[in-house]
């Protein structure tokens, strides 16, 4: 059974970083797309950035191209995402998330992955 418990979540001001961690159980064997998501209040849940369990292909959402970077550790069966720069527009819950193959970075829904954690919240004030 797959699980994902992130954490590393935390109150930034703008400006500042945050490293976002998601442990994984995840079957070594297995080809899994792997992303964070966010969802703010009020607003759909949306994919922040995408990566392979077997690539070093990322999909990064244009909204934090160039300040958010995601990677992963495949022996410590982890998943990071290092945010930088942050801005009030971040402050969401983040979620860590994962699919079985055959998968896609960029689901044309949040809810076609199949795995999920709880969520971390992370909050920027300006």
């Known amino acids: 059974q797959v699980q994902l418990v992130e954490s590393g979540g935390g109150s930034v001001q703008a400006g500042g970083s945050l490293r976002l961690s998601c442990a994984a159980s995840l079957n070594r064997y297995r080809r899994y797309c792997m992303g964070w998501f966010r969802q703010a209040p009020g607003k759909e849940r949306e994919v922040v950035a995408g990566?392979?369990?077997?690539?070093?292909?990322?999909y990064y959402a244009d909204s934090v191209k160039g300040r958010f970077t995601i990677s992963r550790d495949n022996a410590k069966n982890t998943l990071y995402l290092q945010m930088n720069s942050l801005k009030f527009e971040d402050t969401a819950m983040y979620y860590c998330a994962a699919d079985d193959p055959p998968c896609t970075l960029v689901p044309s829904s949040p809810l076609d992955y199949n795995y999920w954690g709880q969520g971390t919240q992370v909050t920027v004030s300006s």
């Open positions: 990566i392979y369990t077997y690539s070093v292909n990322t």
